[in-house]
């Protein structure tokens, strides 16, 4: 087993552009994932996550009839089915993710693969070396704070302790 395609997971359920961010939320829920392909008739058009709509929807106080391609990644990594699975996990390292969308030639869904399907069915060499490599610290980007930034350790921005509902 070392392509994609032997490990993967076939008939992934997918978004449309134009679904709401709470459709693809209580999509997430029900298939207990966090991000969703995002695809227009078929083909792979972008990437939403819990996280993206935390923060480009949620965040932003927009309405939520908010539609996914307003929210979802669009520089979206990808493999194939026939690529070799070193490939996969090297593109895993490189954005940082956990998931892959693999695509055919026509760049149609075909399926996902998980650092999970590398660790329980495949080399799990490879798995500890990709789950190591994603799982390196970024430094916070901390250009934009925003008000809800608070004191850093958590606690109330003045220093004084918050006061309880009630």
Same mark, same amino acid.
């Given at each position: 087993?070392?392509?994609?395609?032997?490990?993967?997971? =076939?008939?992934?359920? /997918?978004?449309?552009?134009?679904?709401?961010?709470?459709?693809?939320?209580?999509?997430?829920?029900?298939?207990?994932?966090?991000?969703?392909?995002? %695809?227009?008739? @078929?083909?792979?058009? @972008?990437?939403?996550? &819990?996280?993206?709509? $935390?923060?480009?929807?949620?965040?932003?106080? #927009?309405?939520? &009839?908010? #539609?996914?391609?307003?929210?979802? /990644?669009?520089?979206?990594?990808?493999?194939?089915?026939?690529?070799?699975?070193? &490939?996969?996990?090297? *593109?895993? %390292?490189?954005?940082?993710?956990? =998931?892959?969308?693999?695509?055919?030639? $026509?760049?149609? *869904?075909?399926?996902?693969?998980? *650092?999970?399907?590398?660790?329980?069915? $495949? &080399?799990?060499?490879? $798995?500890?070396?990709? *789950?190591?490599?994603?799982?390196?610290?970024?430094?916070?980007?901390?250009?934009?704070?925003?008000?809800?930034?608070?004191?850093?350790?958590?606690?109330?921005?003045?220093?004084?302790? /918050?006061?309880?509902?009630?």
């Amino acid at each position: 087993m070392n392509r994609v395609s032997d490990v993967m997971t =076939r008939g992934v359920r /997918s978004m449309s552009p134009n679904d709401s961010i709470v459709l693809a939320a209580q999509a997430m829920d029900e298939l207990n994932v966090g991000s969703m392909p995002v %695809c227009e008739d @078929g083909r792979l058009v @972008g990437m939403v996550t &819990d996280r993206d709509i $935390a923060i480009r929807s949620v965040a932003q106080e #927009r309405p939520l &009839d908010t #539609r996914l391609k307003d929210v979802m /990644s669009t520089s979206v990594r990808w493999c194939t089915e026939n690529a070799p699975l070193e &490939d996969a996990a090297k *593109l895993m %390292c490189q954005a940082q993710v956990r =998931r892959l969308p693999v695509v055919d030639q $026509a760049q149609t *869904l075909v399926g996902m693969v998980a *650092l999970g399907d590398l660790a329980t069915k $495949a &080399d799990r060499e490879v $798995a500890a070396e990709t *789950l190591q490599s994603i799982s390196e610290p970024a430094e916070p980007d901390r250009s934009g704070i925003s008000s809800a930034s608070g004191a850093a350790g958590g606690g109330s921005a003045s220093g004084q302790p /918050s006061r309880s509902p009630g």
